[in-house]
């Protein structure tokens, strides 16, 4: 008999073990860079590894889904987290450099691996409404894990309790979803209307799915992209950037947990619309405002963002269902694939600025936060663009139930 409490319970656990590895690995790159005596660039390929990794195993993940069901893929998430948190203990086996960047990718495979079988595993455990709310629960734990991430690694740093001992914290959840899944019987993979890989491929070339697919491009960006930057460029406005990060993911956790009510009422056509308004105002007021107003646009861009990434995968498992876990998979990978695209383009405008700004006679922190509130203004052209195509997805989905 399958318990669901317990398979979603040990879903959240996963999520939570890729919010760690997202947060703590972030917070112990000024350790590793001074241990092993790395450049920022090859901080940055390291850094890479955990983005090319995650979409790689959505999509090969999706692929197999339906033939080999989440179980397997879950195996497969739990050795390489488990192979890839030892490596990264211990990257002298393979030379230090070349182990991190290896034991990177393995915990990218693990992270991608969890979300290709975890989506569809929940969209086939509910259905309707509760789907759309367990989704959103269950994505909650990715910005809840980064909070608890960011501050047990802040902790520990201050602690001088060393990188080792934060990477082994990563290990606490893997061990924690490993044994809720020991032993558990998983819901087969449900299949209506879908004989074969190629009805999900046909279904993921419908109008539809080739519309959202770009659309999650630029939601992914506008999510992570102002998230990996504000933390540098909100140095230099008199706000903390740990507070900010708190304070965003905090609140994207929160607003996660209670999203049942809010997608029942407005649909996720109406959800993604209000969310990029309200990702537009927030990265708006993060290239204008400093001090105490930097914490309040954090707040709007929370709101916006909160949202996103849950309800386009929703919307993908009940708008699109045929192209099935596939699908999913792929809305995923596209949005991660993105983010690591636009990283080095988003990197470019602020070297641009940074010229720009100095020609004008600016030094220093003025300089910094100069060039960086500039790039977030041009970043806001992201969510610009999301609100045309929400409101053209809002009457094209109210057209089509109206037929």
Partial sequence: ???????????????????????????????????????????????????????????????????????????????????????????????????????????????????????????????????????????????????????????????????????????????????????????????????????????????????????????????????????????????SPMLILALVTGLMAVIRFFAGPIVEKFDQTGVLLGSAVFAAIGIYLFSTQTGSMAYVAAVFFALGVALFWPNMVGFIAEKVPLSGALGMSVIGGIGMFSTAIFQPIIGKWIDSNNATKAAEGLTGDALELAAGQATLGTMVTFPVILIVAFVILFFWQKKSNAA
Avoid at 24 to 33: F, K, N
Avoid at 98 to 113: A, M, Q
């Fill in 1 to 239: 008999m399958v318990n669901d409490k317990r398979l979603f319970l040990g879903s959240c656990f996963a999520l939570i073990t890729t919010a760690f590895s997202f947060s703590i690995r972030a917070g112990i790159l000024p350790q590793l860079g001074t241990e092993f005596n790395l450049t920022a660039e090859q901080l940055g390929f390291i850094n890479s590894m955990w983005f090319v990794g995650f979409p790689v195993a959505m999509i090969i993940g999706g692929l197999v889904y339906h033939t080999v069901g989440p179980k397997k893929i879950m195996l497969i998430a739990f050795a390489c987290h488990a192979a890839g948190i030892l490596l990264t203990i211990y990257p002298q086996t393979l030379g230090g450099y070349t182990g991190l960047l290896v034991s990177t990718f393995l915990i990218g495979i693990g992270n991608g691996c969890t979300e290709a079988a975890c989506n569809p595993m929940i969209a086939d455990t509910y259905q309707g409404a509760k789907m759309s709310k367990m989704l959103n629960r269950f994505h909650m734990w990715f910005p809840g894990g980064i909070v608890i991430g960011s501050l047990v690694s802040k902790f520990m740093t201050d602690a001088n309790l060393g990188w080792q001992a934060q990477i082994w914290v990563i290990l606490i959840p893997t061990v924690i979803y490993a044994y809720l899944f020991w032993g558990q019987e998983f819901p087969k993979p449900k299949v209506e209307g879908v004989t074969s890989i190629g009805e999900n491929i046909k279904a993921m070339f419908t109008p539809l799915f080739l519309f959202m697919f770009a659309c999650m491009a630029i939601t992914a960006i506008t999510e992570f992209g102002p998230q990996q930057w504000t933390g540098l460029i909100m140095s230099k406005s008199g706000a």
